[in-house]
């Protein structure tokens, strides 16, 4: 919001050594946030007001003008409207101004088609000032109306030797009382003990003129009111009115629609001016009907939705309630209006601007909340404006209905709380003395009664934490002074699951090479349907986003939704997402809160399956070591209804275990063709992470680097399919004590070693801690190994 030092001036004396920049400080460090102090003057240095004396033709343009200035100065113009003793904007050497692209260029002396020109005669949007001086074509700006000698500064000719205050609008979200020149003033008046002005008393009129309004819902429309004003004649505002609304960014238009921006921007209170031949039988305040059609005044077109707030006469809907007018307003032969200035609520108002789409001024107001008491204020404003610039206007009737008033706020507070929470002593005959200030009625000594004023309690001070928010910026935040609290630092608190989560992010997003994601809670049914789980119970929802979707049970089928989204994009690729499921099984009954268990599910996708597999079960056994859990076991178990039973496996808690927590399994071709997963393969793990127990803490131990020596020997052997890697790996450590580590290499199903074996390579690492092996001593230990898989598993030498 902009607010002009000039017109404060109007409502409060502020000190004579005030700078901008000063009151910018006081503003922001107790009231509201200044971001900006900008001087309008500094863009029109150099640019005058000045009288053209002579104009003659120039010698080599038929388009340009030879003007002679009152100073003497000659000047090139090419403006279609230029004429002897006609003022106008100057631009003299040195003086920065803007082209028709937007750029800027600096005036210089120069010679125009062979005559000397000192300086530009400029239009209004040369200046920046398209919207108070406008023109058409190729006319230049006619500053002729304005009673200034000629050589002025321009910027105090039109008014532009202000400074504006931009504030913050977040900070204004609060207070409604702020969103006006007046009550910025009133702040003003409170930091410097100065008089704050009263706004003229509204005389209201006895006559209602047979106008009748009609409030349908009191609780949406608390103050209506409608004033009949006659005797008008549509014109152009005087140039100190234009020129205050441009400097605050409004665009002048005429008399009586600048009069209501400028009571707005004067007092906060929006309003809307109605012909009088539009409301023959009165206005009714009322709720839309479906499918009503609206057309505002900025020539949008709405058709509204039931229930929408608006303003009506008996046939049509007139305004978009405490947002914006219809096209049905004010027009250039208006003699009479109804002048509206009502009280919307916050809610209704900031309901309607966000489902159309429609922003203004009026809705930034009144979605904050205003009090009732602030339409008597713009009425008064309104009341005196038009007796000094439209003298034959006359206030002829007005209707007021106020069924329902703001109540009164009252809060007590004990003087032992405030000098507490201040951490000051103030008396309590200072500590009412603020509060007069600001204008709260202040009683009591111990304890004070604070009379809220009506423009603070619209639920901006309702309690005692409040009122020593008041005190306390009015004395000043850094008057307070500052006193560091007592910190006791204790032990931190051990979360071994929030730590084993985070561990297992890592490992799997940093090491395992995947990536995160964090899908919906809910499921649609299509993707339980693809996943095998349409029969599973799913606890529903009150109301869901879309029809079918329920609480999901496994995060299996949001994976397979963005399995096949990124196959769009990506042939090769892996995710996992940690997150909740929700069981319908209630342990504690009926009443209790369903199941919430942590689930972890991981995806590989790639063109080779065996790859997929084999990588996936290395990231889920090397999981313990990097995550600090009890190592898991793989087992056999009844695979879930989206695994591919032909590459399945269980995974357990530990090898005693017996009831599977996850599993890991290619994916079935059903779950493949039911999600639109195609041409590529899939490997999804699942695993129950409330099922994982972190350890306590991590066991560190040392091992020294090896002195000898180690020797990898690989051994190829046959043997049956059943047989499990867990279990040889297992025999092959304890085969002999120089085995230091046994590795997986390759395995090979295919007929050249029968339907009913496999071919199996392992990698074996020996070393010893006393010598360096010699090569008997390795083929002796790998004869061991082979004996030892011989015996236990029948296992042969692959031939060759």
């Known amino acids: 919001m902009k607010i002009s030092i000039d017109w404060l001036r109007d409502y409060v004396d502020l000190p004579a050594d005030l700078t901008p920049s000063a009151l910018a400080h006081h503003l922001t460090m107790r009231t509201v946030e200044v971001e900006q102090v900008v001087d309008l003057a500094a863009p029109l240095d150099q640019v005058i007001a000045a009288r053209i004396v002579e104009v003659a033709p120039h010698p080599n343009a038929d388009r340009l003008r030879v003007c002679t200035m009152h100073d003497g100065r000659t000047v090139v113009c090419g403006g279609s409207n230029v004429r002897p003793d006609m003022l106008v904007a100057l631009a003299l050497p040195g003086a920065v101004c803007t082209g028709g692209d937007g750029s800027s260029f600096t005036i210089a002396e120069s010679k125009v088609r062979g005559v000397a020109s000192s300086g530009m005669i400029c239009a209004g949007e040369e200046l920046g000032l398209a919207d108070l001086l406008p023109t058409t074509g190729k006319e230049i700006s006619d500053l002729s109306g304005l009673e200034v000698a000629a050589g002025t500064p321009l910027a105090s000719a039109i008014g532009f030797d202000d400074v504006l205050l931009e504030i913050d609008n977040k900070s204004l979200t609060n207070r409604p009382d702020l969103w006006g020149h007046y009550g910025i003033a009133r702040e003003l008046a409170a930091m410097f003990e100065r008089s704050l002005k009263p706004l003229p008393r509204f005389d209201a009129p006895s006559d209602h003129a047979g106008l009748s309004i009609q409030i349908e819902d009191p609780a949406r429309c608390r103050r209506f009111t409608m004033t009949k004003i006659a005797g008008l004649k549509t014109g152009e505002s005087p140039m100190w009115l234009r020129s205050r609304l441009a400097r605050v960014g409004q665009r002048p238009i005429n008399l009586l629609v600048d009069l209501t921006n400028y009571v707005m921007m004067a007092v906060g209170q929006p309003s809307h001016a109605f012909d009088a031949r539009d409301l023959p039988e009165g206005v009714r305040i009322r709720g839309a009907v479906a499918d009503e059609p609206l057309t505002l005044l900025n020539g949008e077109s709405l058709v509204l939705e039931p229930g929408t707030l608006i303003v009506a006469s008996h046939d049509r809907p007139m305004a978009l309630a405490g947002v914006m007018g219809g096209e049905h307003a004010v027009r250039d032969d208006t003699e009479e209006l109804w002048l509206e200035v009502a009280n919307f609520t916050a809610i209704d108002v900031r309901r309607s601007s966000r489902r159309y789409g429609v922003r203004s001024e009026s809705s930034s107001r009144n979605e904050k909340g205003l009090d009732c008491e602030r339409i008597d204020a713009a009425l008064g404003t309104f009341q005196a404006l038009f007796a000094d610039l439209a003298p034959d206007a006359r206030f002829v009737a007005h209707v007021d209905q106020f069924p329902n008033p703001w109540p009164k706020v009252t809060v007590r507070v004990d003087i032992d709380f405030l000098q507490r929470r201040l951490g000051r002593q103030l008396p309590s005959s200072q500590v009412r003395a603020l509060l007069e200030r600001l204008g709260f009625d202040a009683t009591g000594d111990a304890q004070l ?259 000898y020596p180690t020797v990898s020997a690989d051994l190829s052997v046959v043997l049956e399919r059943g047989v499990q890697w867990t279990t040889i790996e297992s025999h092959v450590g304890r085969a002999h004590g120089l085995v230091q580590n046994v590795r997986f290499v390759d395995e090979y199903v295919g007929p050249q070693v029968g339907d009913a074996h496999k071919s199996l390579t392992l990698s074996v690492t020996l070393g010893s801690s006393e010598r360096t092996l010699v090569r008997d001593e390795v083929e002796m230990v790998m004869q061991e190994i082979l004996a030892e898989l011989q015996r236990e598993f029948g296992a042969q030498l692959r031939p060759g």
């Open 449 to 707: 009664e604070v009379a809220v004023p009506s423009w603070r309690a619209t639920g901006d001070v309702d309690l005692p934490e409040d009122i020593v928010e008041e005190i306390a910026r009015l004395y000043g935040y850094e008057e307070l002074g500052f006193t560091p609290p007592r910190v006791a630092l204790t032990a931190p608190v051990i979360q071994p699951q929030r730590r084993m989560d985070r561990r297992l992010r890592e490992y799997l997003a940093f090491r395992a090479g995947l990536r995160e994601v964090v899908t919906y809670p809910w499921v649609d049914a299509n993707l339980r349907e693809a996943a095998g789980l349409a029969d599973v119970p799913c606890l529903g929802l009150a109301h869901p986003p879309a029809p079918g979707q329920r609480l999901a049970v496994s995060l299996v089928p949001q994976m397979l939704h963005t399995i096949a989204s990124n196959l769009r994009h990506l042939d090769r690729f892996g995710a996992f997402e940690l997150n909740r499921v929700f069981s319908a099984t209630r342990e504690d009954g009926p009443e209790a809160l369903p199941q919430q268990p942590r689930h972890l599910v991981a995806a590989w996708v790639g063109p080779d399956v065996g790859e997929l597999y084999y990588r996936a079960k290395g990231v889920i056994g090397d999981l313990a070591r990097h995550v600090q859990t009890r190592a898991l076991a793989w087992g056999v178990g009844e695979p879930p209804p989206w695994a591919d039973p032909k590459a399945h496996q269980a995974i357990l808690a530990d090898d005693t275990a017996r009831t599977p927590i996850g599993h890991i399994a290619a994916l079935h071709p059903r779950t493949r063709r039911l999600a639109g997963i195609r041409r590529a393969e899939t490997v999804v793990v699942e695993l129950n992470v409330d099922a994982l127990e972190p350890h306590p803490s991590r066991e560190n131990k040392f091992a020294p680097l090896p002195k």
